[in-house]
């Protein structure tokens, strides 16, 4: 047999379409070997970080959630858990399960964006979800059923899906009525048969063949699978305490992107949803199990397209537990979301588990109650290192394989896409 | 498409994000029960974020973000010669929105502060209509996704869009919420030009001002009542500079 060799390729993908923000792709192979490879970041920053100087904290959680459209409830989950863990304040158990039901919904409106939206076009060979509603209206349908339900969700938790109106520090503004959170339930139990036929659909995607053993990091679950909140893991080994964010990953500046990089144990580590599979499985909900038995989806998964399919698995978590979160919230006493805080000299950190993987915030207050510094560690830039990382060995294979550049191409962009980066958030 | 029996032209539409959040075409996307219908009125040429179709052949361009590099002006620019007609869509491309927060400091600081003296691309905050001629804004932050959907239909059938130049307080009023200023909470209602339903204070959050004045708004009155309720003048001044909407109209003391 002979074995083909790619003598020489060049692939240049301005602006990355079918992700959040500006990314660029560069590849180049000259005489059978890679010269150029990278995955650059050109989106412009906003500076958030500065943003936050000198502004009362009761503003954080509101200017934290510009920083990203997709994930705006996470963002200020992650301000006001700092500030709050700052503080030194424990906000009441109900508005700890609306939160935890919020970032649930923004979830599921973000996966299955990302799912439908932006990852089947590749699958059915179509530019954009757009002629999706001519060519497989079942898949548009059952699409628009699962993120309807999400933005609804968000909607009547939150005020909106895109930049919450409730979270505040100490808690809420509000919390849903009974009535609400009961036609909220029958909402969910009529949407639950559109995911299943949605594993249905995924099931029949072939994800390319592709493995680059990395390390994952997560929040660590306990008794929950985790979103909000708790010790910092590795399938490296390392557990961290959620204050000792900086260290676990230490941010670094590269020339060819406007993202910071981040590592831990290796060159680079891998967040979000297969990472959150891979560290904390035993913790999905049964129903969520078998849907990844469906998908032949076990931990430990090293191929990063399984990023797809994982994001459905939590799919699964998401919508059951949101059901015995909202069954909890409807038989219990509501009428406490809030509580007063008195200001002071301090620092905060709060994680949570955004749909992409886990964002860190950090606030420094001062005796005014006024914010002195900020950080924030986004999960699109601790991914940024290891999608670089994945995409050198991705066409590494590819040249041995001697595969042609249309389909190199292809490949590459679905790699990308498959981490669903959220390239502005990155910036911030 | 026909309507009352009248076929409509449909408008090749393209869709440009520039510095900012993508809240706004994200809100496009949202609301799914309509998609459809939205993109059988309309031609998508160009929305990178969702499609790897793109085209310039579009006639209307739909911008959202604010103007923050010299490439940035440059592809706007682009996009005003190809465009018949140029939309800002939300708070950053209408006011320049929170992003002016960063413009309290000089710039070679706040990279300093961000990137550690690393080279990064950046220049002032500006709002589209500072760089090319804006036709019409559609305010916001997020953008309504209803108000998105109300301006399409003006644009396919060729009406002028005539935004409501009461304030946000008469939808607030008319939904039968309770007064959040009554309730101890600083609210720009009053003041702030409607269309977003008065979402926030349905919410039980004072209004933040995202759209911009409402016509012959009475500043020198709602200041009054806010410094009566006990507000600090600082405490004004923060929430009213917050979007930057209210610039050139306030004092430079508030």
Redesign the interface.
């Known amino acids: 047999m002979t074995v083909k060799t790619v003598k020489s390729l060049n692939i240049d993908i301005k602006h990355l379409c079918r992700v959040e923000g500006h990314g660029d792709i560069r590849i180049r192979v000259e005489d059978g070997k890679l010269a150029e490879c990278t995955w650059a970041v050109v989106e412009t920053p906003r500076f958030f970080e500065v943003m936050f100087k000198g502004l009362s904290i009761e503003m954080a959680p509101i200017l934290a959630a510009r920083i990203c459209g997709i994930c705006s409830i996470s963002h200020s989950l992650a301000s006001a858990r700092a500030i709050e863990r700052a503080l030194k304040i424990r906000i009441p158990e109900p508005a700890q399960k609306v939160r935890l039901l919020a970032m649930h919904a923004e979830t599921l409106q973000s996966h299955s964006l990302h799912l439908f939206f932006l990852v089947a076009p590749d699958f059915l060979n179509v530019p954009s979800a757009i002629p999706l509603m001519q060519t497989h209206p079942e898949v548009a349908e059952t699409a628009v059923k699962i993120k309807g339900f999400a933005n609804r969700a968000a909607d009547l938790l939150v005020g909106r899906s895109t930049h919450p109106i409730v979270i505040k520090i100490g808690g809420l503004t509000q919390v849903p009525r009974k009535i609400q959170l009961t036609e909220l339930a029958k909402d969910l139990d009529a949407t639950i048969p559109y995911l299943w036929k949605a594993l249905d659909f995924f099931r029949g995607f072939k994800m390319p063949d592709f493995v680059r053993e990395t390390e994952f990091v997560s929040l660590r679950g306990v008794n929950r699978y985790p979103f909000i909140g708790g010790d910092l893991i590795s399938s490296d080994g390392i557990c961290k305490k959620e204050d000792e964010y900086r260290s676990m990953t230490n941010e670094y500046i590269v020339d060819f992107s406007n993202s910071k990089l981040t590592r831990l144990s290796r060159e680079s580590f891998a967040v979000g949803a297969l990472a959150r599979f891979n560290n904390n499985y035993d913790l999905l909900h049964p129903k969520a199990k078998e849907a990844a038995e469906g998908l032949n989806l076990r931990p430990k998964v090293h191929n990063p397209y399984f990023y797809n399919l994982a994001q459905l698995v939590e799919c699964f978590h998401i919508m059951y537990e949101s059901k015995e979160l909202l069954l909890e919230l409807i038989d219990s006493d509501t009428s406490e979301f809030s509580i007063p805080y008195k200001i002071g000299r301090c620092e905060g950190i709060g994680a949570v588990e955004a749909p992409r993987g886990v964002l860190y915030h950090c606030h420094r207050i001062n005796e005014k109650g006024k914010i002195e510094k900020a950080d924030c560690v986004i999960p699109t830039s601790q991914n940024n290192g290891n999608i670089y990382y994945d995409l050198h060995k991705l066409v590494n294979d590819l040249i041995a394989q001697g595969m042609e550049e249309k389909e190199t191409e292809r490949l590459s962009q679905m790699l990308v896409r498959a981490y669903d980066p959220c390239i502005s958030c990155s910036v911030h | 498409m026909k309507y009352l029996g009248i076929m409509l032209k449909k408008p090749k539409v393209g869709f440009f994000?520039?510095?900012?959040?993508?809240?706004?075409?994200?809100?496009i996307?949202?609301?799914?029960?309509n998609?459809?219908a939205l993109?059988g009125l309309v031609e998508?040429v160009n929305?990178?974020?969702?499609?790897?179709?793109?085209r310039d052949d579009y006639e209307i361009a739909f911008i959202d973000g604010c103007i923050?590099?010299d490439s940035?002006v440059a592809r706007l620019k682009k996009i005003r010669e190809q465009a018949g007609t140029l939309v800002a869509m939300g708070a950053c491309a209408c006011l320049g929105?929170?992003?002016n927060?960063?413009s309290?400091?000089p710039l070679p600081d706040?990279?300093k502060?961000?990137?550690?003296g690393?080279h990064?691309?950046?220049g002032p905050v500006r709002k589209v209509a500072e760089i090319v001629p804006v036709d019409i804004e559609l305010p916001g932050?997020?953008i309504s996704k209803s108000e998105f959907e109300w301006l399409v239909r003006h644009l396919v059938l060729g009406i002028e869009p005539q935004f409501p130049k009461y304030p946000v307080c008469v939808e607030c009023k008319q939904r039968l919420n309770s007064c959040v200023l009554d309730m101890g909470m600083m609210c720009l209602g009053p003041v702030t030009r409607a269309g977003c339903n008065a979402?926030?204070p349905?919410?039980?959050?004072g209004c933040?001002g995202c759209r911009g004045p409402s016509e012959e708004a009475n500043f020198e009155s709602l200041m009054e009542i806010l410094r009566e309720k006990g507000f600090t003048e600082e405490?004004i001044a923060?929430r009213v500079k917050?979007f930057n909407a209210f610039s050139g109209i306030l004092n430079s003391d508030c």
């Not at chain 2, 994000?17 to 809100?27: K, N, S």
């Not at chain 2, 996307?29 to 029960?33: G, I, P, Q, S, V």
């Not at chain 2, 349905?202 to 959050?205: A, D, E, M, S, Y």
């Open positions: 994000d520039f510095t900012g959040c993508e809240g706004c075409q994200l809100q996307t949202n609301k799914e029960e998609l459809k993109f998508v929305f990178r974020e969702i499609s790897s179709e793109r923050t590099t940035e929105g929170v992003n927060l960063r309290r400091f706040v990279v502060e961000v990137y550690d690393h990064v691309d950046s932050c997020p979402v926030c349905r919410n039980r959050l933040w405490h923060e917050f």
